[in-house]
């Protein structure tokens, strides 16, 4: 049971990024999956969730509108895409599993966590 982010990398503010969570050994289709990031000195805040479905998606503020969630369950993938990028957007992003993604997505319990994948945004 494995997670696994990519995708990051060096981008200049105001480009995209396509972030990727490949889900190996279960069927990534009965759990919801969140997005997360920790910035350097910072706490991991949760960045966005979707439903198993993918018919539920929340945002933190800080992304909405420039950010969609989405999935792939026939391919056992979850995406973050990331439009419009600042400066604080910087951070290793993370991707987990959730039983639901609902209004209290920000709470545990996530589990199977991936390692993270780093999204730099330069001046």
């Known amino acids: 049971v494995q997670l696994q982010a990519s995708g990051g990398g060096l981008v200049q503010a105001g480009g995209s990024l396509r972030l990727s969570c490949a889900a190996s050994g279960f069927p990534l289709a009965e759990v919801a999956v969140g997005w997360f990031r920790q910035a350097p000195g910072k706490t991991r805040e949760a960045v966005s969730c979707i439903s198993s479905s993918g018919r539920k998606t929340h945002y933190v503020d800080s992304v909405k509108g420039r950010s969609t969630i989405s999935r792939d369950n026939v391919n056992n993938t979850a995406y973050l895409q990331m439009n419009n990028l600042k400066l604080e957007d910087t951070a290793v992003y993370y991707c987990?599993?959730?039983?639901?993604?609902?209004?209290?997505?920000?709470?545990?319990?996530?589990?199977?966590w991936g390692q993270g994948t780093l999204v730099t945004v330069s001046s």
């Open positions: 987990a599993t959730r039983s639901g993604c609902s209004a209290n997505y920000r709470a545990p319990p996530y589990t199977n």
